[in-house]
């Protein structure tokens, strides 16, 4: 039995004595789905209800309370989720002596001690864990090492190697040694580089035409400083070409053949990068591009007379799959170089970070941020510096060095010449900056490199002892959980089998090796913090979390409320300048460059012209700008069209793939309770959402004979729509709102609750209301389907599941 008290308006207070995980579960669905905040209060009053309620409250955050059957009284403080565990294991060690709670708490104080290790919890704090007997200890020091073991190969060899002091003199040694599998695996900034270059000169000089292979343009263009020649984009030059220096996308290209077949060594740098860059990155279309891409690679690493591969985290996943080319064993050297003196790592909050660089600018020091966000984030942190009165503020990214503001030659005297440099991830990799000016360096994490390029990043300034890292609450990417899901999504949809075709491909050497190293590297994403600081530390940094005044965090949080706000003034000034320009017929989609390189005006000129395009306006006005950028008309409209015929493409055009996606999604979404013929008749409950995802792992029989999973086609309708949640009725609202609609709980049925289906009303930025369904009405109409039931659509689902055909679930 539990007793409800209405506390406030936002706040519910609620008690239990008895069913703790499924009052619990319930209570904090009804919390997400109201977004009203809940808290729990459990009475246990038993020894075996002890250990039933500690389990839960470990389990659900809304609990703030927990009153064991002896009376002792445990307060859960967010904010204090270690120590709260630690004192629960006291507790259960000397006044209950159960076993059973004692092994409840000692594991989820394990979980926290990992989940927290590097990134709260250093070996200085493990002296907190005194208090416990000496095998809890052990069980907890044993757990943070496998913890540490884990990460560590993401980024690291366990193979044996020649440890070096330096790389000075080895060019000469590593051209004439019979090995045939070099790796060189020295720590940054040991003079790899250098080294290749040398190397790569002799082989030239040799006749052996090396070809050299990396994931960046701004390497090669280091790489390529005394010998142009070589350049992959240099097209006319004196004499022979002896060799070839370029990004994998170009030397995987037809017009390379020749040289690839000329080829007898094959040198390449950053190789983790270049591996990533083909598996996930912007090669190709599709995944039959990064299968052809990578047997090329393969190709010239198995006909080559040698092979070198160069990267300071190189893994033993890499090292093997180039075993197997080659036929070879490998040789590493590694050179570690002393470690600059008090390397010091201090993570902040993002305020913290703004305001200590402004702190620096002020006082005249030189100040560089790399700047691992979006475009629209770097603007807004961009904008917040050039506030500040005097600062010279430059920005180092793929859009000024096309236009041609600087270049690797004019780094040094860029750096020297500004106050602020905003840096993005182009020179992550193969630059060395070695201005005594730059001691201290800025990050701003933003999740769209991995830990380890984060890292590179950091080491470009040669000189910098500190640094200061920032995470956005969002850092990481969603990770890839599944070789065939990660295959799937990258074929196009005129396959005539989509589960066929995944397994052909899976079944080749590099489809299984690229969807493996894709799978492996993105579990970077999911501990990020803690891969980054693990990997610091490696790198000879020593961490510290102090924080900062309070009038600094001020100031930068004063200087990011700057930079937001002249973003939005900039973003309006761009979208009516595109919609004006794209109503006189002289700026068009194609205009606006490859999605992976946009700038922020480029960006809302784009979102500005296809918005315009969906909802069939000739020009913006004011409100409809607000609609958009501020209300996501557009993308409601859009998701819409998409849910209705399948694509917001002109009838003819669209494929059966997407009519068949159109259909699907549609009748599930009617499984889940949704009723499109009126949608105030719509009763969805827990039971009828986890159903719907329960179809989502079946397989449906197409035209062709082939089969496809019912998720491919359910996330063609809703592509940005978190297939993976945990709760199920949460994903059936992520679905309605993005088609306008809002979801509330309305009613309780034999104790299950109802949610039914109401209008989208949101507030306008000058007070007023909008209600967005009846807005999104006026342009594109929810679907209503046939009279058909979804049972009858079934026979077109096959009767093997998801997880048959792959051995796994979603």
């Known amino acids: 039995m539990s007793t409800v008290i209405e506390d406030s308006k936002d706040v519910v207070s609620v008690v239990m004595r008895e069913d703790y995980e499924k009052s619990l579960e319930r209570q904090a669905q009804d919390a997400r789905l109201a977004r009203v905040k809940v808290e729990a209060a459990l009475l246990s009053k038993d020894k075996n209800s002890d250990v039933e309620a500690l389990k839960a409250a470990f389990n659900y955050s809304i609990v703030r309370k927990l009153e064991f059957s002896d009376g002792h009284e445990v307060v859960f403080d967010p904010r204090r989720k270690l120590a709260v565990a630690l004192e629960i294991l006291v507790y259960a060690n000397r006044v209950a002596k159960e076993p059973r709670l004692t092994g409840v708490a000692l594991g989820y104080l394990c979980g926290k001690v990992e989940q927290e290790w590097k990134k709260t919890l250093f070996e200085s704090d493990l002296a907190m864990f005194k208090v416990l007997p000496s095998g809890q200890r052990k069980t907890i020091n044993s757990r943070v090492a496998n913890r540490e073991k884990r990460i560590k190969e993401f980024h690291t060899t366990r193979y044996d190697s020649e440890e070096l002091e330096s790389y000075d003199g080895m060019a000469h040694e590593i051209v004439e040694t019979k090995n045939k599998f070099i790796v060189i695996n020295g720590a940054m900034a040991s003079g790899k580089t250098t080294l290749l270059r040398e190397v790569q000169s002799i082989y030239k000089e040799k006749r052996y035409f090396p070809i050299l292979i990396t994931g960046r343009r701004t390497i090669v263009d280091e790489f390529c ?220 994490a933003g999740g769209t490199l991995s830990p380890t390029s984060l890292l590179q990043s950091v080491r470009r300034f040669r000189c910098a002892h500190r640094v200061v890292v920032a995470f956005r609450k969002s850092v990481g990417k969603r990770p890839v959980l599944s070789r065939q899901k990660f295959i799937l999504n990258q074929l196009p949809d005129n396959v005539e089998d989509p589960i066929g075709e995944m397994k052909r491909l899976l079944k080749t050497e590099s489809g299984k090796f690229l969807a493996d190293y894709a799978v492996n ?109 501020f209300h996501d008309l557009d993308r409601i409209v859009f998701t819409r069209m998409r849910l209705k015929r399948g694509s917001v493409a002109s009838p003819h055009k669209i494929t059966d793939r997407e009519r068949l996606a159109s259909y699907y999604a549609t009748a599930i979404l009617e499984v889940a309770g949704v009723n499109f013929q009126d949608l105030s008749a719509s009763r969805i409950t827990t039971q009828s959402a986890s159903t719907m995802v329960g179809y989502l792992d079946n397989l449906v029989r197409l035209e062709t004979d082939g089969q496809i999973p019912m998720m491919s086609l359910f996330t063609k309708i809703f592509p940005n729509v978190n297939v993976e949640r945990k709760y199920k009725l ?81």
């Not at 996308?249 to 740098?269: A, G, P, Q, T, Y």
């Open 521 to 629: 590297r993105s579990y970077q994403y999911r501990g990020f913090r803690q891969v980054f600081f693990i990997a610091a530390e490696q790198m000879g940094f020593q961490l510290f979390h102090r924080g900062v005044s309070g009038k600094v965090r001020k100031n930068g949080a004063e200087t990011k409320r700057q930079g937001k706000e002249q973003t939005l003034i900039d973003q309006r000034k761009a979208a009516f300048d595109a919609s004006y320009k794209w109503y006189m017929g002289t700026l068009t989609c194609d205009d606006t460059g490859v999605p992976s390189e946009r700038t922020f005006e480029q960006q809302v000129a784009h979102r500005t012209i296809v918005a315009l395009q969906v909802l069939d306006e000739p020009r913006l006005t004011d409100e409809l700008y607000e609609l958009i950028f």
């Open 225 to 444: 400083r005394s010998n142009a020649e070589d350049h992959y984009r240099r097209s006319e030059f004196d004499g022979e070409r002896l060799g070839l220096a370029g990004v994998v996308n170009s030397i995987v290209l037809h017009r390379f053949e020749n040289e690839r077949k000329r080829c007898k060594v094959l040198i390449i740098d950053e190789v983790e990068d270049v591996l990533h860059h083909i598996a996930t990155g912007t090669l190709g279309s599709s995944y039959e591009d990064r299968v052809y891409a990578l047997d090329r690679l393969t190709e010239l690493a198995s006909k080559a007379d040698k092979v070198i591969i160069c990267d300071a985290m190189v893994t033993d996943h890499t090292i093997n799959w180039f075993r197997d080319i080659v036929k070879a064993k490998q040789t590493i050297y590694t050179a570690r170089p002393k470690n600059i003196a008090n390397l010091h790592m201090q993570s902040v909050t993002e305020s913290e970070l703004l305001g200590k660089a402004l702190e620096d600018v002020n006082l005249g020091r030189k100040v560089a941020i790399f700047c691992d966000y979006s475009a629209s984030k770097m603007h807004e942190i961009m904008k917040g510096f050039r506030k500040i009165e005097g600062a010279k503020v430059f920005e180092i990214s793929r859009k000024t060095l096309d236009k041609g503001e600087w270049s690797l030659e004019t780094l040094d005297a860029i750096l020297l010449n500004n106050d602020v440099v905003i840096i993005t991830p182009i020179i992550n990799a193969g630059v060395s900056i070695t201005l005594a000016e730059y001691d201290q360096v800025y990050v701003l």
């Open 730 to 810: 949460y994903l059936v609202r992520e679905c309605l709102t993005v088609l306008g609609l809002d979801l509330y709980h309305s009613a309780k049925s034999n104790g299950a609750r109802i949610h039914s289906i109401r209008d989208r009303v949101e507030s306008s930025r000058e007070g007023g209301e909008y209600n967005l369904t009846k807005i999104a009405d006026r342009y594109e109409s929810l679907p209503v389907p046939k009279e058909i039931t979804f049972h009858e659509l079934i026979r077109q689902i096959n009767n093997v599941g998801v997880a048959d055909v792959w051995g796994g679930g979603r």
